[in-house]
């Protein structure tokens, strides 16, 4: 497997050329039909022996705190020195392989340290947001039993509520800081700075991540000694990243995104990787940090980069970055053409789920060919295809379908092993060789994929299908909107009407006039059948714990508003109280 990670490095080292679009579809030719080790463990075999043994004293990790402005660094060394202490703390507590390790800390050096022993002592990572509720601790201890338990000081305390209302009890709590009850993180001082790989198996499960519960109770999803670290190769190579990579991704540790981009990525071809902890996301203070870390390839998600280009990006120089990737849902193409237009960067977006790696993107060799607005090319590690609702692929271009994975050719290495738990799960998305993804998208001639929404967002209005996305796209081009959220509201007469809702910058004002200058607006963009037909401007919209809009509650708000007699919100307008609109009903 080390011959294949030092050929993913060499590949990203290429120029962004046809040579090495054609060097990376052999490498994963020969990746995808290859048979797997028995035996692998990602710490040991290549952090260890590839990165740790060639190169020490490299920077790994940039640690800063944006409040208080610390800093730390840790070499690939000191890592593994730290991940090795570690487990053998873990091991004198009675932590067993096969154990598993609940994380629940902001942003810290401790996330890498953890990860990493986690990985070589064959215990299985499970990644928490910090921004969880008692119940919800309650809920994922009830489902799945911890054995070990890492936290700051404020998460422990609510930890240690939830614990008690359910009367369970971890092997270990460690805690960053000190709190009684609960052994201090620091006791790994104490530790030898060796320690012995476990034998992990590539059909083990090392990974279990909560789904961040857009649609229903969240699910487990299992991930293997294998499905990741090697899995990320595909994102690893969608991303581009290279050995002397200052890389920053703005992700939080609890939920996958992190591990894609934070972790595996850049650690898959030992470039530095980078961590900004933060109380709540400053854009200045944010963008500052990357302009004064130097950071050559930046990582954030669509709510980021919206706020980011609604800031005064003429005040911000970013002598050093290379490139800048969105993930985590489709980006509108305006906000790509604004970060453009101040950096010279064009933001590169690609697409993937907890259940995967990187499985569809915009590549690195195809940045001055990229279509505003598309997610890109399938990744070379994924038989990728469009389904209709017979469960039929779909050949012809420009018609929207079920995003899947084929798998009568062979099964993707990233693809989770399984909902841990929950076999009638598997059962609705696993179906006749496809893995439901549950997202619509189509492809145009040229093979550009293009986002439609969520299979459950689609809106039906009259005889029309509608996704969100491109309405919520139109809506965002007015310089009055920071962010929409679009769904189908009840209508007796067309089913579904197309609402939309709709944060204003600070400095905007909501209006019945604005409303109207908005409609207005999306006119000269969208198929009249696509036209938001309500208007409502909120302060903010309901999200999962990674950043995704949850359509599914607004939907039931809305249902829920409609069942009550009381007059229109006040900040609600419609299509057809605008006379001015009247001819074009």
Known sequence: MKDIFQEIIKINMMEDTSAKEVCASDLFDRLNSMELPQYFNWTADIFEELHVKKNPDKKALIWTDLDTLETKTFSYKTLSDKANQLINLALKSGIEKGDNFYMMSPILPENWFASLACIKAGIINVPTATTMTQRELEFRFETYTPRVIMADVDCANLIDKALEEINIKPKLKLVLGEKPGWVSFDMIEHESREAKKADTKSKDTLFCFFTSGT??????????????????????????????????????????????????????????????????????????????????????????????????????????????????????SDVIRQWEHHTSNKIRDYYGQTESTAMIGNPPWIKDKMKSGSFGFPSFMYDMALADNEGNEITQPDQPGHIVVKLDNWRPIGLFSEYIGSPEKMGSVFVDNFYYTGDRASFDKDGYWWFVGRADDVIKSSDYRIGPFEVESALLEHTAVTEVAVIGAPDPKRYQLVKAYVILNPAVKASKELALELFKHTITILPKFKIPRILEFVPEVPKTISGKIRRVELRQIETARQEKTDDQELQEYFYWDFPELSSKK
Not at 239 to 259: C, E, F, R, V, Y
């Open 215 to 332: 649609t229903g109770l969240p699910k487990r999803v299992g991930h293997t000694a294998v499905s990741y670290p090697v899995g990320h190769l595909s994102t690893t190579l969608m991303a581009g990243l290279k050995p002397d990579d200052i890389h920053n991704n703005l992700s939080a540790p609890g939920w996958s995104k992190w591990a894609w981009s934070s972790f595996f990525a850049p650690f898959n071809v030992g470039a530095t990787t980078t961590g900004f902890k933060f109380t709540v996301l400053d854009g200045e203070q944010y963008l500052d940090a990357v302009s004064s870390h130097e950071i050559t390839s930046f990582c954030a998600p669509p709510t980021a980069w919206r706020m980011f280009v609604n800031m005064n990006l003429d005040s911000f120089n970013f002598p050093c970055l290379k490139q800048s990737i969105s993930a985590g849902e489709p980006l509108n």
